[in-house]
């Protein structure tokens, strides 16, 4: 089946411009997660959709960073006012059990 | 505090050399789930492995293995025979379950990049 696919795969985007960013899941999981790949942090987490309960919003960086997940499904990761810093590559994953698959993630370049 | 520490940052090796990729993690909490990864120059990261807490029985997939000791916090990964297509980042993951059947979000370590020259 279809793996979980997120749009645009590249982002460049200027200084204090707002971005959203995609994440179609695999369909049937109940879970998605937000994580963000920088050279100098690594893998971080950033936040955390379960059904309906309310997310785990515990590792966005600052206010300028939310998500949402509409139906159980589709997320968007919005970036107000980007700066420098938040130029990385912004994955995402669903699973359903404990397994996480990831997408191919996108990659955002803030001049 | 949840820590997952993968000490080596880069190793070279040839092919069909053994390989073991260490990582060690912190938890204080009795259930958890380990993992690995694997982030080959495409970038997408494709999972590996997945070990729960209580089950600390080593684990062998084709030429991969793993080595999973609770007294000393470690969960090592032991590829055998390696080939130039094992080159990429591997990354150790520790999740805490929300529940029976959900995971919660990973705790990465930094990485281990693996060469592996023909």
């Known amino acids: 089946g279809a793996g979980v696919s997120q749009s645009p795969s590249n982002k460049v985007t200027e200084k204090g411009k707002d971005v959203e960013l995609r994440c179609d899941p695999i369909s049937g999981h109940t879970a998605l997660y937000w994580y963000r790949q920088s050279l100098g942090q690594g893998l971080e987490f950033l936040i955390y959709f379960q059904g309906n309960s309310a997310p785990d919003k515990s590792g966005l960086p600052s206010d300028r960073f939310s998500a949402e997940r509409t139906g159980g499904s589709v997320s968007t990761l919005t970036i107000q006012r980007t700066q420098q810093e938040d130029s990385a590559v912004y994955l995402c994953a669903s699973s359903e059990y404990n397994e996480q698959f990831f997408g191919p993630g996108t990659r955002l370049t803030v001049l | 505090a949840q820590k997952v520490t993968q000490a080596q940052t880069e190793i070279s090796v040839v092919e069909k050399e053994d390989v073991t990729l260490d990582c060690v993690y912190e938890t204080r909490d009795t259930t958890y789930y380990l993992f690995w990864y694997k982030q080959p120059p495409s970038g997408e990261l494709v999972f590996l492995i997945r070990r729960n807490s209580f089950d600390e029985q080593n684990e062998i997939s084709g030429r991969y293995s793993w080595n999973f000791q609770k007294s000393t916090s470690s969960f090592n990964f032991t590829i055998t025979a390696s080939q130039v297509v094992d080159s990429a980042v591997y990354f150790c993951?520790?999740?805490?379950?929300?529940?029976?059947?959900?995971?919660?979000?990973?705790?990465f370590g930094q990485g281990t990049e693996l060469s592996v020259k023909p």
């Open positions: 993951a520790l999740s805490e379950p929300i529940d029976y059947n959900q995971g919660g979000k990973l705790i």
